[in-house]
Antibody, heavy 119, light 107 residues
Framework: EVQLVQSGAEVKKPGESLRISCKGSGSSFTNYWIAWVRQMPGKGLEWMGIIYPGDSDTRYSPSFQGQVTISADKSINTAYLQWSSLKASDTAMYYC????????????WGQGTLVTVSS | DIQMTQSPSSLSASVGDRVTITCRASQGISIYLAWYQQKPGKVPRLLIYGASTLQSGVPSRFSGSRSGTDFTLTISSLQPEDVATYFCQKYNNAPLTFGGGTKVEIK
């Protein structure tokens, strides 16, 4: 069974850095794309970008380009989403998802990581 | 970028009713459209991809269709467990934009 297990909730201050993770199991992690999706409190879903762990090919939504960094370590089946300087507006739930193609649907979702940024 | 406009933003219907949700793409996206269900406090779940292909395990009362750049998610007989917010997503190319969501409640 495919599983995406995300790291736990984080509480950070503005200006701090953060990296959250998404560990895959149950399928060949390097044969699929991993996407990150943001959901701000009470709002809809926003696709942030994707990475192909097999070769680290990465694509970003223009809305998130330069704001976050997506990376992966295929040796441990893990993808990452990181910020160098958090803002209060980064407060949201972040989901990692599996996409079978770079332009594809999300068939498996992680449980979500809640990031709270507050002074 | 292609915009996805969902309507209505919310609806209230009775158990057993036929419910229809629409998603309109600002440009052609062929059949590259998926639908997701997000129950309150839960993780989104894939219902349909390819505009009309039902994901494994999804009840057959859910169906999807396409007419040009208009896409429809239909629940043939609304059940209490269908209370959720439904999102469409286009995936023909990046960015893979979601619609704004439709909140479905029981009357």
């Amino acid at each position: 069974e495919v599983q995406l297990v995300q790291s736990g909730a984080e509480v950070k201050k503005p200006g701090e850095s953060l990296r959250i993770s998404c560990k895959g199991s149950g399928s060949s992690f390097t044969n699929y794309w991993i996407a990150w999706v943001r959901q701000m409190p009470g709002k809809g879903l926003e696709w942030m970008g994707i990475i192909y762990p097999g070769d680290s090919d990465t694509r970003y939504s223009p809305s998130f380009q330069g704001q976050v960094t997506i990376s992966a370590d295929k040796s441990i089946n893990t993808a990452y989403l990181q910020w160098s300087s958090l803002k209060a507006s980064d407060t949201a739930m972040y989901y990692c998802t599996r996409q079978p193609y770079s332009s594809g649907w999300s068939d498996y979702w992680g449980q979500g990581t809640l990031v709270t940024v507050s002074s | 970028d292609i915009q996805m406009t969902q309507s209505p933003s919310s609806l209230s219907a009775s158990v057993g009713d036929r419910v229809t949700i629409t998603c309109r793409a600002s440009q052609g996206i062929s059949i590259y459209l998926a639908w997701y269900q997000q129950k309150p406090g839960k993780v989104p779940r894939l219902l349909i991809y390819g505009a009309s292909t039902l994901q494994s395990g999804v009840p057959s009362r859910f169906s999807g269709s396409r007419s040009g750049t208009d896409f429809t998610l239909t629940i043939s007989s609304l059940q209490p467990e269908d209370v959720a917010t439904y999102f469409c997503q286009k995936y023909n190319n990046a960015p893979l934009t979601f619609g704004g969501g439709t909140k479905v409640e029981i009357k």
